[in-house]
């Protein structure tokens, strides 16, 4: 495709300085709606930031990609800056990569799975080889940058002296759970590095468009090994039976993509025959057991986010309706078209949940045949009580013993396909699904129900203390693994009927948005204009539910702003868990008001909104405080100096 097509010399600049990655993406912003491709600078800022806390857009080698789909994109481009100073705090795959190059996309939302994955998919292509990306660095004017995006890459290449083939072909799988960015690179990187070594490598790109490039029959008959640099679980990888193979992080081929080859190659001369190879699967590399329960997780929470998505947002129109029009009747009603429309919602969250992620994680060890018992092992412990808990331990029981029962039973000769589609599900699931319902699945069910107790008993103390918990985590680091950790117990004893720790999760939420605004506002002096521009807007972000936006602060001065987020955070959570309210629509931001339970919803909402304000207050008093501290010992520090 021509890059040009999406840009114009309007929005390429060249050799500009920035402070900080937030002035970056809002100077590439503020040009591309003087461009006249957004209609609101702010609304596509909230969709920018709201994806830099999905996962870091910074690579390596100076590189970062921003991007964000909104509605208030008028037609899919970009905008691109390369910088004189690199920016060294950009969130990335690589911690020492410093950004001298930055990429803006904006897509329509109604194009986010299209134009979005394609442009994205060819920037990462073209950047992943190093002349390319030095040709848009090296450019001195937008006319040069312009003229360089589509530009042959080959032309140095093609002069150097080529290696000689060696006859060897590798096959090479990549995945990563968004299935974007990662994904490509990790490919280029395998299929270059190939190039390099004589090698012909041909990678099958497993991604958010499904699967891409996929391998023919004749290649998986001739090839010598199979790389899987992957961090989820790879599609259809019964194909590759037989093939040495090594198994490594999608991230990995990044930084050393020539010794993946080299100790796959390794591997298959160790081969003896093509027999030994068909019927001998102990070469297959020992997979680290910690490692395949990581990713075993993963795959199984990437599959169950869209379903608590659709799940908790169905819910919350049906009840939306039913408060807006005075249709609670109609919605307690059995068989009404509201209470049908609440019952889906419900189901998609109370039976659909459980089961898919069971499945997908047992999918993730041992393949296709895990897919029924997985499945068994969900609607086992659905049918227990066992919650969430019983999930998890129910799609690693499936996938262990369906990986057990491959490896014992092979699919051979005239019975290979009887032992496939019906000894590995149906023994499976018996198997499986009777050890979750009589004998691991009783124990697990009752600590489930204790635990349940436990949280629905909490009062005084014992309540507080767990809020306070919650919202400490929740603020500790914006969106990273300490907040993922307090969303996946909360989700948890959600799914279990407990709706009080995601009531305390969701007004949390807004404290470290609001107390930035607050501080930003009252103590102008104190704070630089570019974070006064920043606080102007992370109140908005704070009523959608969004941690991310006081990211910026918290990088430039986390000792003191950590704490002081953290201790608002805390009191937050104490207030909502102590009074009681419960929330089970994940997700709702600021609309969650409409939703709440546990009191009168009057109370509900006063108390649930009023904690997040009362905990954003006390942070904001500390933000003050903490900053003029240090800038007093600033100035005192230049008083000496002089």
């Not at 937030?22 to 491709?37: C, P, V």
């Not at 027999?275 to 075993?296: Q, Y």
């Not at 606080?535 to 000792?559: C, H, R, S, V, Y």
Request: with cysteine; net charge negative.
């Amino acid at each position: 495709m021509l890059l040009q097509a999406n840009t114009s010399t309007s929005l390429l600049h060249v050799q500009q300085a920035f402070d900080s990655k937030d002035q970056a993406i809002r100077f590439l912003i503020h040009e591309l709606a003087e461009a006249g491709k957004i209609s609101s600078e702010e609304a596509f800022y909230e969709a920018v930031i709201a994806r830099e806390g999905l996962s870091p857009t910074g690579f390596e080698g100076g590189l970062a990609i921003p991007h964000g789909k909104s509605d208030s994109v008028r037609e899919a481009s970009f905008a691109i800056a390369t910088l004189t100073k690199p920016i060294t705090d950009w969130e990335s795959i690589d911690p020492a990569n410093k950004v001298e190059l930055v990429i803006l996309l904006a897509i329509p939302s109604a194009e986010a799975g299209s134009t979005h994955l394609t442009l994205l998919a060819e920037f990462v292509t073209r950047l992943s080889n190093e002349d390319y990306k030095n040709r848009l660095l090296q450019s001195r004017s937008a006319e040069d940058l312009l003229a360089a995006l589509d530009a042959s890459v080959d032309e140095k290449m093609d002069s150097t002296a080529e290696v000689p083939s060696s006859g060897k072909l590798v096959l090479a799988v990549t995945a990563c759970p968004a299935g974007i960015a990662h994904t490509y690179m990790a490919a280029e990187a395998l299929i270059k590095a190939g190039r390099d070594l004589g090698i012909e490598v041909k990678v099958e790109k497993q991604g958010a468009n499904g699967i891409e490039d996929r391998h023919a029959a004749k290649d998986l008959q001739q090839a010598d090994a199979v790389i899987f640099a992957v961090d989820v679980a790879v599609k259809d990888e019964a194909r590759f039976k037989g093939i040495p193979s090594i198994k490594t992080s999608v991230a990995a081929p990044l930084r050393s993509a020539k010794d993946l080859l080299e100790k796959a190659l390794t591997k298959s001369e160790n081969v003896k025959s093509d027999a030994d190879r068909m019927a001998d699967e102990a070469d297959e590399e020992p997979t680290n057991w910690k490692s395949e329960v990581k990713a075993s997780l993963l795959t199984g929470i990437s599959h169950i986010i869209p379903v608590i998505v659709a799940g908790g947002m169905t819910l919350a129109v049906a009840v939306f309706i039913s408060q807006l029009f005075d249709l609670q009747a109609l919605y307690a009603e059995e068989g009404s078209w509201l209470w049908l429309l609440r019952q889906l919602g419900g189901s998609l969250l109370g039976q659909l949940m459980i089961p898919i992620l069971a499945a997908y994680m047992a999918y993730s060890i041992a393949d296709k045949p895990a897919l029924g018992p997985g499945f068994a092992a969900g609607v086992a412990a659905n049918l227990i009580g066992s919650g969430f808990l019983g999930g998890m331990l129910g799609g690693l029981l499936a996938g262990y013993f369906l990986k057990f029962l491959k490896q014992k039973v092979k699919p051979k000769g005239t019975f290979a396909g009887f032992i496939s589609f019906w000894f590995y599900p149906v023994v499976g699931t018996l198997v499986v699904g009777s050890i979750m319902l009589f004998v691991v699945g009783r124990p697990l069910a009752y600590l489930n129900t204790g635990l349940i107790s436990w949280l629905d008993g909490l009062e005084g103390a014992n309540a507080l203390l767990l809020g306070a918990i919650i919202g400490a985590m929740v603020s500790f680091d914006l969106g990273g693994p300490i907040n993922k950790a307090a969303y996946t117990f909360c989700i948890g004893a959600m799914a279990s009927g407990n709706l009080i720790p995601y009531a305390t999760f969701a007004s949390v939420k807004m404290v470290s948005a609001f107390a930035v605004t607050g501080a930003t506002r009252l103590g102008k002096e104190a704070f630089t204009k570019e974070e006064r521009e920043i606080g102007k807007q992370t109140w908005l972000l704070g009523l959608a539910g969004i941690t991310e936006g006081a990211i910026p602060f918290m990088i430039n001065d986390p000792l003191r702003v950590i704490p002081s987020l953290v201790a608002g955070s805390a009191v937050t959570g104490a207030i909502v868990a102590y009074f009681g309210i419960g929330l089970n629509v994940p997700g709702a931001g600021i609309f969650s008001l409409a939703l709440l339970q546990g009191q009168p919803l009057v109370l509900a909402a006063s108390v649930w909104l009023g904690a997040a304000l009362v905990g954003a207050f006390i942070s904001m008093v500390l933000l003050l405080l903490t900053r003029k501290h240090k800038n007093k010992k600033h100035q005192d520090a230049l008083k000496n100096v002089a």
